[in-house]
């Protein structure tokens, strides 16, 4: 999938960038008995953003068209043409070309046909949002993926775009961390099986629960670009251990960052991790 968006600047020209933004890969909840996930469907959307430059912190209004085609010709879609997945009928993911910031947000279906989502920026950069969910179709539903790019400036220097991340496989948010096995070294294109194991620095037993229907959420992004990643997975009880299988299959060969969410303790947590994916 390639569109065109543009950026706009105060005091300056539209400056036109050719994306090739590909579709939002979405792995589906995984069969602890197969190992295996739902494939993805593909469909022709598009997404329309009322503004691409943001100037300064916010929170902004970030507003956005969906619209699919229907004989050729777009017709927005709105939450009468939405299911609800996982406690929601749209998901977006926010992230920077750094993979330093991100966010896990929830726009709401506006009266005249877009969707909004309020965002709050950690510094300046090149920003991706993308958007997921179900489509009520005429005989089966459609899985929307789709993502676009924006600017935001005026808030404090960007991290420096890293050239590579170095692998991680143990990550803590507030004393509440996870551990992630790798079944072997994934590569682009072959599904591989992740193991997510949950501890807590203090020593007690991690106390999960769930987080929009979910035990695990987890989103990855690739370094440079290209393919993202959002998969759920499947909780086993383990004696007292609760720990959640995940089947990847990137696409691409490139150093990823995978934002883990879960509840711990009342309390909502994200963690980063990095891995890196070696040719088929």
């Not at 050719?18 to 593909?42: E, F």
């Not at 619209?67 to 993911?93: F, I, K, R, T």
């Not at 969707?115 to 539903?141: K, N």
């Not at 759920?232 to 009880?237: K, L, P, Q």
């Amino acid at each position: 999938m390639s569109f065109s968006v543009f950026f706009k600047r105060t005091g300056q020209n539209k400056k036109r960038a050719r994306l090739g933004l590909r579709p939002l890969l979405v792995l589906g909840l995984c069969s602890l008995a197969a190992l295996s996930c739902t494939s993805p469907v593909y469909a022709p959307f598009s997404m329309r953003l009322t503004q691409s430059y943001f100037l300064g912190a916010g929170p902004h209004e970030f507003e956005f068209f969906l619209s699919a085609e229907n004989s050729g010709v777009p017709v927005l879609l709105g939450s009468d043409q939405m299911l609800v997945d996982y406690e929601s009928s749209l998901h977006a993911y926010v992230f920077d070309s750094t993979l330093e910031a991100f966010q896990h947000v929830h726009p709401i279906y506006q009266s005249d046909g877009s969707w909004s989502v309020p965002l709050t920026f950690q510094h300046d950069g090149d920003y991706q949002l993308w958007a997921e969910g179900i489509v009520r179709g005429p005989s089966q539903s459609e899985t929307l993926r789709i993502g676009t790019a924006f600017e935001v400036e005026g808030v404090g220097p960007a991290p420096a775009l890293p050239t590579a991340l170095e692998d991680t496989s143990v990550a803590v948010d507030r004393g509440s961390g996870v551990r992630l096995e790798w079944e072997r070294t994934p590569r682009a294109g072959e599904p591989t099986l992740v193991t997510v194991r949950f501890f807590r620095e203090d020593g007690a037993l991690p106390s999960l629960g769930t987080y929009l229907g979910s035990t695990l959420h987890a989103t990855g992004a690739r370094l440079g670009g290209g393919e993202i990643l959002h998969a759920h997975g499947m909780a086993v009880r383990e004696g007292e251990e609760v720990v959640i299988y995940l089947e990847v299959v990137p696409l691409e060969q490139g150093d990823y960052r995978l934002w883990l969410q879960f509840v711990e303790s009342n309390e909502l947590r994200t963690v980063a991790l990095n891995k890196r994916v070696e040719e088929r």
